[in-house]
């Protein structure tokens, strides 16, 4: 759910610039991950276009207690509560850069809206703001596009030529460790699917 990832506060100089990458996701889908500085924190925008159930989508996404499985800087995620849509989710990891790692723990509420989004509030960790959400968007195609948009605020003293970097990969990886996951579940439903040769 990119809940555990190690931020940048400021780029070089102050300067608030964009920072793309296109992701080698090792992936089907084309992955984009957009990072803007503001202030001490840092606005994040990655989004992908899938082919697979929405209902499928919702499933890994939603799949806390195993992201520790498939989605890379994960190392335990667990749901601490849940009251209806409402939960809590406890998340351990860590963020790698060089010889550089951070260590990352968390506890997010998460308020789901069924096959439409996820949005997630920090509630106590070593990041000082996490703030973002999850978005599902069907396409007429077929294909469904997913977006995370969130505003982060990491809690380390760590130089910016260090923290920016590591954002980057941190966030591109976890992403697209999730489009992975997405795309193998989905799988074997499209390959019964497709019309036969």
């Given at each position: 759910?990119?809940?555990?990832?190690?931020?940048?506060?400021?780029?070089?100089?102050?300067?608030?610039?964009?920072?793309?990458?296109?992701?080698?996701?090792?992936?089907?889908?084309?992955?984009?991950v957009?990072?803007?500085?503001?202030d001490?924190?840092?606005?994040?925008?990655?989004?992908?276009?899938?082919?697979?159930?929405?209902?499928?989508?919702?499933?890994?996404?939603?799949?806390?207690?195993?992201?520790?499985?498939?989605?890379?800087?994960?190392?335990?995620?667990?749901?601490?509560?849940?009251?209806?849509?409402?939960?809590?989710?406890?998340q351990?990891g860590?963020?790698?850069?060089?010889?550089?790692?951070y260590?990352?723990?968390?506890?997010?509420?998460?308020?789901?809206?069924?096959?439409?989004?996820?949005?997630?509030?920090?509630?106590?960790?070593?990041?000082?703001?996490?703030?973002?959400?999850?978005?599902?968007?069907?396409?007429p195609?077929?294909?469904?596009?997913?977006?995370?948009?969130?505003?982060?605020?990491?809690?380390s003293?760590?130089?910016?030529?260090?923290?920016?970097?590591?954002?980057?990969?941190?966030?591109?990886?976890q992403?697209?460790?999730?489009?992975?996951?997405?795309?193998?579940?989905?799988?074997?439903?499209?390959?019964?699917?497709a019309?036969p040769?």
């Amino acid at each position: 759910m990119l809940l555990n990832t190690l931020t940048c506060a400021r780029l070089a100089g102050g300067l608030a610039l964009p920072l793309v990458l296109m992701s080698p996701a090792r992936a089907g889908a084309d992955i984009s991950v957009v990072a803007t500085a503001q202030d001490a924190g840092v606005q994040i925008t990655a989004h992908a276009v899938v082919r697979a159930p929405i209902e499928l989508i919702w499933q890994t996404l939603t799949d806390y207690d195993h992201l520790a499985e498939f989605v890379p800087g994960i190392t335990s995620s667990r749901v601490v509560s849940r009251q209806g849509p409402e939960l809590v989710v406890e998340q351990k990891g860590s963020a790698h850069l060089w010889f550089f790692s951070y260590p990352i723990e968390v506890k997010v509420a998460a308020a789901e809206r069924p096959y439409r989004s996820i949005d997630v509030h920090l509630l106590q960790g070593n990041l000082k703001r996490l703030d973002g959400s999850y978005r599902i968007e069907p396409k007429p195609d077929g294909t469904t596009e997913l977006a995370w948009n969130g505003l982060i605020e990491p809690d380390s003293p760590l130089p910016g030529f260090i923290r920016n970097p590591m954002l980057r990969r941190s966030i591109s990886e976890q992403f697209a460790g999730m489009v992975r996951e997405i795309e193998r579940r989905a799988a074997p439903a499209l390959a019964h699917s497709a019309p036969p040769r």
